[in-house]
């Protein structure tokens, strides 16, 4: 049961439509938390909350980020490039910026004035770097904007802040003057990045060329530029982000009326046409909805339900969100779903739309639980696609909004788990480390300035009481990236829309604040689009079990979901003389069989070798044939050993000062002690091997025995070199990579393999830590001496074991169509098997087969079949790819 309410006044309409959706006065529902549970959680919010900006003042400002792992700060161009990620560093002190308006909300005014200090006496705009426009803006305008408004709120009460003279007010406005430059396009959709000094397309802005941007890029701009125009009286800003998304608007297909992921910033052609609510698109929704709640203009609510009733109608099937084709939108695009759409139940409570929200909000919870945090990407079984947890807010979010619109101690709940899983799993000395893979355990050197500025801000405002918070809470907006933009801003003098078809450019708006009225008429408005509602609050929840029955099946729906089945080999494919499963690396009569097929072996400079197979060399034409089937039977391999093969391993540093806190990704060994078979794992103090490779009879046998040795990759085979520090009594083995910069960040995890003979004799573990995760381990055993460390198939919770986990089972091999196809192996792992889950955007790398294949329209993939088309693995592994790159373009 609804009320629908109307109101044609835009800035009436604006407050009581976000006073109403706040759904605050609903009744509470079952057994509540008691007042004093909820303080107790608060004040460890808090208490978390210093934790990480502490140690992210001590030792990271002014950098932009704190690096917890390595306990200093990231400078961009001094650590290793992550891609698009590090676009959202300019060396602006990110994270403080950010965080500026949090310090208010957590009563920690003092703090507030110090750091509005720090932010005018430290900071610079003008920096020579290229920066991502969405993001910049969202944090650091959005940043300025939200530290601004608090500003002004509490120097307004007469207590903090005397001195201020809208300072940060004047730094929002030089940032977006000089984000403006992205703005000049024909289309007025924005440069993806532009240059801080330089602007864009200059021969010093060493950007400008690029000719793609997300949907959620483009259309995520209006509430910050529209807030800076009206506090400052300039509407240059607000016109372009009411021109770049008039301009989405008009390029929505109009059949679906849904928009597709990347748009051509030129031509509007849309370069991604599949359709969902997470990365890519997510926040465009979002801000159409709360652009209407801000400013008070109707053709904001128009477009979002005309928007939202296509996502209910294709995108939505309860609890599940999947993307679908804009043109073809009965049809699924792909068959897991990113972490990003976990906004999602949140905006539906702004909507008003509660039922879909419980239920979706209750799949993520058990995906949550399952997995202790939200993958970043997951399956429809609800396994792991991609393992990485960033600790995005998204989930804290929605979990607030669900409880502020039912008053269901349940989500009081949610909100517990969410902070235990923080701190056994995340915690580390020097802050809160971003997961590296949530079925291990394991650790990425990395906090990203979201998880202050949002994180911590739904979650205090989930268990704090209203005489808690400095400030009432609903006379404001909350953005995209949680800054609080007040709600009176919509009676600010400000410029209409422009028509979607206008052709000014950007170069000649600022010009216009005097004439811009006589230049646009406002769109037509169709009042069947209008849908204001907001719950009946007497018949919503009549039965306080209501929502727990909306609940119960979906948690028995995650509970028992089964894993994907096995793909089979096609029907009626014949078998090469040599059987891919038999092959080995070092076998003569082997590599002579290859030979006659046309493959050939390359051997790269890194250790790997690469098998290449050539159908014009083979020695006749039915060898030829062989040789593809061969290859196509290495393919299979490939994908049955990503099914079978062992998942990573933790290796947990557990001795002082670490205690358990850092965790670091490792990869198996096909051989030895199988650690997901130990309930304890094995425990030990590291101790470098002599030599270090390990590839002769250790000379300090009596120092290893008893302990883990730390061992050199190269020079000899992994089945050796275990067999060499066992002779010397010791427990286990960690093998580091000798190539300077290797990470699993941008490295497929694999497995070690033996060396082709029986290798029962290895009774202990044997890991792999890459470059960089193996010198945080000999970094600490260089400054601690004495370091001990756990390995395990998943890091133990430092409450107790952690939960069973569950391995994504993908495919990603590729076959090239010209009949050239590679195969990666490692010398020493002659069955090699990545771990795909682990690839990162900067890297084009498949699995163990490797090819480039030419680019083709979507091409369909029968999901159902018991095996795939070569066509339909090379899409497969492409559309992930991209998907991934676009994931970390978003929010990352």
Same mark, same amino acid.
């Given at each position: 049961?609804?009320?629908?309410?109307?109101?044609?006044?835009?800035?009436?309409? =604006? +407050?009581?439509?976000?006073?109403?959706?706040?759904?605050?006065?609903?009744?509470?529902?079952?057994? @509540?938390?008691?007042?004093? *549970?909820? +303080?107790?959680?608060? &004040?460890?919010?808090? *208490?978390?909350?210093d934790h990480a900006y502490s140690n992210y003042m001590d030792h990271a400002y002014p950098a932009d980020e704190l690096m917890p792992l390595t306990c200093r700060g990231r400078v961009r161009g001094l650590e290793p490039s992550r891609g698009d990620v590090d676009d959202a560093l300019g060396m602006f002190s990110l994270t403080l910026i950010d965080t500026l308006d949090t310090l208010v909300l957590l009563n920690k005014t003092a703090e507030f004035e110090a750091a509005v200090r720090r932010v005018l006496k430290d900071v610079r705009l003008d920096n020579d770097v290229v920066v991502s426009v969405f993001e910049t803006n969202i944090r650091v305008l959005g940043g300025l904007l939200g530290g601004h408004s608090m500003a002004v709120m509490l120097k307004d009460a007469g207590h903090y802040m005397q001195w201020?003279?809208?300072?940060?007010?004047?730094? %929002?406005?030089?940032?977006?003057?000089?984000?403006?430059?992205?703005?000049?396009?024909?289309?007025?959709?924005?440069?993806?990045?532009? &240059?801080?000094?330089?602007?864009?397309?200059?021969? *010093?802005?060493?950007?400008?060329?690029?000719?793609?941007?997300?949907?959620?890029?483009?259309?995520?701009?209006?509430?910050?530029?529209?807030?800076?125009?009206?506090?400052t009286g300039d509407p240059v800003f607000e016109v372009h982000a009411r021109r770049a998304l008039n301009f989405l608007w008009e390029k929505r297909q109009r059949n679906s009326n849904l928009v597709g992921t990347t748009i051509n910033i030129h031509s509007g052609e849309w370069v991604r046409r599949d359709s969902g609510v997470g990365a890519g698109i997510d926040s465009y929704y979002e801000y159409l909805l709360k652009a209407y709640i801000l400013l008070g203009d109707d053709l904001f609510l128009q477009r979002f339900n005309i928007h939202y009733a296509s996502i209910m109608k294709y995108i939505s099937q309860p609890p599940l969100l999947l993307d679908v084709h804009i043109h073809k939108p009965l049809l699924p695009a792909r068959t897991w779903m990113d972490s990003l759409l976990a906004f999602f139940p949140g905006l539906q409570v702004l909507k008003g739309d509660i039922r879909p929200a419980i239920e979706t909000h209750e799949m993520l919870y058990q995906v949550t639980k399952k997995h202790n945090f939200l993958p970043e990407a997951f399956t429809t079984d609800f396994r792991v696609h991609w393992a990485q947890h960033p600790l995005r807010p998204e989930f804290a979010e929605s979990t607030y909004f669900l409880y502020k619109a039912t008053k269901d101690p349940y989500y009081l709940e949610v909100g517990r788990t969410v902070l235990d899983n923080l701190n056994r799993f995340a915690r580390v000395p020097c802050g809160f480390a971003a997961m590296k893979d949530v079925r291990t355990g394991s650790h990425e050197d990395r906090m990203d300035s979201f998880f202050l500025a949002?994180?911590?801000?739904? +979650?205090?405002?989930?268990? %704090?009481?209203?005489?808690?918070?400095?400030? &009432?809470?609903?006379?404001?907006?909350?953005?995209?990236? =949680?800054?609080?933009?007040?709600?009176?801003?919509?009676? %600010?003098?400000? =410029?209409? @829309?422009?028509?979607?078809?206008s052709t000014v450019q950007a170069a000649s708006l600022p010009h216009l604040s005097a004439s811009v009225k006589s230049l646009w008429s406002e769109e037509e408005l169709d009042d069947s689009n209008f849908d204001w509602t907001c719950p009946n609050t007497r018949l919503l929840f009549p039965d306080p079990a209501f929502p727990r029955n909306l609940r119960d099946p979906i948690r028995s729906a995650v509970d028992k979901s089964c894993p994907r089945p096995a793909l089979h080999r096609e029907p009626g494919m014949g078998r090469p003389p040599l059987r891919a499963q038999d092959f080995m690396a070092n076998n003569p009569d082997h590599l002579e069989l290859l030979r006659r097929m046309g493959v050939s072996l390359i051997h790269l400079k890194d250790g790997r070798v690469q098998l290449v197979q050539h159908a014009t060399q083979a020695v006749s034409a039915v060898a030829a044939e062989d040789g593809m089937r061969f290859m196509q039977e290495m393919m299979e391999l490939s994908s049955q050993q990503q099914k079978e093969q062992l998942p990573p391993r933790a290796v947990q540093i557990i001795s002082h000062p670490f205690f358990g806190r850092v965790v670091l990704t490792a990869g198996p060994a096909q051989f030895g002690t199988d650690l997901s078979k130990s309930i304890t794992g094995v425990r030990g103090f590291v101790t470098v091997a002599e030599p270090y490779s390990g590839c002769a009879e250790l000379s300090n046998a009596a120092f290893v025995q008893g302990r883990i040795a730390l061992l050199q990759r190269g020079q000899c085979m992994f089945a050796e070199k275990a067999r060499h520090i066992m002779k010397a009594g010791a427990i286990g083995g960690i093998v580091i990579d000798d190539n300077e910069g290797s990470s699993s960040d941008t490295a497929p995890l694999f497995q070690m393999a033996g060396d082709g003979r029986n290798t029962d004799d290895v009774t202990l573990p044997l890991l792999f830590l890459f470059y960089k995760e193996g010198n945080i381990l000999l970094e600490a055993l260089k400054e601690y001496r004495e370091v001990e460390v756990l390995l395990s198939d998943k890091a133990r919770d430092r409450g107790g074991d952690a939960q069973e986990e569950d391995q994504t089972s993908t495919t990603s091999a590729t076959l090239d169509r010209s009949h050239v196809s590679t195969v990666e192996l490692d010398e020493s792992a002659p069955e090699l098997a990545p771990d795909n889950e682990d690839v990162t955007p900067e890297e084009d790398v498949g699995p163990a087969i490797k090819s480039n294949p030419e680019p083709e329209e979507e091409p369909a993939v029968d999901k159902d079949s018991s095996s795939k088309s070569v066509k339909a693995m090379m899409a497969d592994w492409r559309e992930d790819l991209e998907a991934f790159q676009q994931m970390e373009k978003d929010e990352l």
């Open positions: 049961m609804w009320t629908v309410l109307w109101f044609r006044p835009a800035t009436m309409s =604006a +407050l009581l439509f976000s006073l109403l959706l706040l759904l605050s006065t609903l009744c509470r529902l079952g057994q @509540s938390m008691s007042r004093e *549970e909820k +303080l107790k959680l608060r &004040n460890q919010v808090v *208490e978390m909350f201020y003279q809208d300072e940060l007010l004047h730094m %929002a406005k030089d940032l977006g003057l000089r984000l403006l430059p992205a703005f000049n396009t024909s289309s007025g959709l924005p440069y993806p990045r532009v &240059n801080l000094k330089h602007g864009v397309r200059g021969p *010093e802005s060493r950007t400008g060329t690029e000719t793609d941007t997300c949907t959620a890029c483009a259309g995520t701009i209006i509430l910050e530029f529209a807030a800076l125009s009206r506090f949002e994180m911590f801000k739904y +979650l205090f405002l989930l268990f %704090a009481e209203e005489e808690d918070l400095p400030f &009432n809470v609903e006379d404001y907006i909350f953005t995209t990236e =949680a800054h609080l933009l007040p709600l009176s801003l919509s009676t %600010a003098p400000h =410029a209409p @829309s422009p028509p979607a078809n």
